[in-house]
């Protein structure tokens, strides 16, 4: 399993598409499994400005990954985002046939990514929302990564400020040398 990390408008879900394109592995999007599976439910959780639970999150994806495993290579794309998602997903993987084989994170200046978002135009990308963004990411991400590298699992820092292309041939390429079968 390849993870992939970033704040909102850093390219997560562009590049992850981009690997699963060249690679033939199934991509996984917490937010796309959230709207998928759960759509009333996050109608109320967005409505409130409510977080979903670590408890319905890791359910829902354990869910999804019993579906996948051990049949496809996954790229998950928007968890863990917390230490204690981290430390279920080091632990349950294995029971589920797979293991981390590295972490991709998407590194792109505030500014970059607030023109990314204010540019396509979502109702909940205000710059207010962007910042707070940011700061989850640095309060509850940033030690996330930490943990994983902590435990062995590399975790790649890539430039998220170039075009697209020019990103997944930097991240595909990295990977190879890393080690990891794509």
Do not use: C
């Not at 049949?71 to 279920?88: E, S």
């Not at 632990?91 to 396509?120: C, F, Y």
């Amino acid at each position: 399993m390849i993870l992939v990390f970033g704040v909102a408008g850093s390219g997560k879900s562009t590049q992850s598409q981009l690997l699963v394109d060249k690679t033939g592995r199934t991509w996984i999007s917490m937010g796309q499994l959230f709207r998928d599976k759960m759509a009333k439910e996050m109608a109320e959780y967005i409505k409130t400005g409510k977080l979903v639970s670590d408890e319905v999150t890791m359910g829902l994806l354990e869910q999804e990954l019993k579906e996948q495993l051990p049949d496809h290579k996954i790229i998950l794309d928007g968890f863990p985002r917390r230490v204690g998602q981290a430390k279920w997903l080091i632990k349950n993987l294995p029971l589920l046939g797979d293991s981390i084989e590295a972490a991709v994170h998407l590194v792109a200046k505030e500014q970059t990514v607030k023109d990314r978002m204010i540019a396509r135009g979502r109702s909940d990308d205000s710059v207010q929302a962007i910042t707070k963004r940011f700061e989850e990411f640095r309060n509850e991400v940033e030690p996330t990564l930490k943990y994983i590298a902590d435990q062995d699992i590399p975790v790649l820092e890539i430039d998220g400020e170039q075009l697209p292309e020019e990103i997944h041939k930097h991240i595909y390429n990295t990977l190879v040398n890393i080690g990891v079968k794509l």
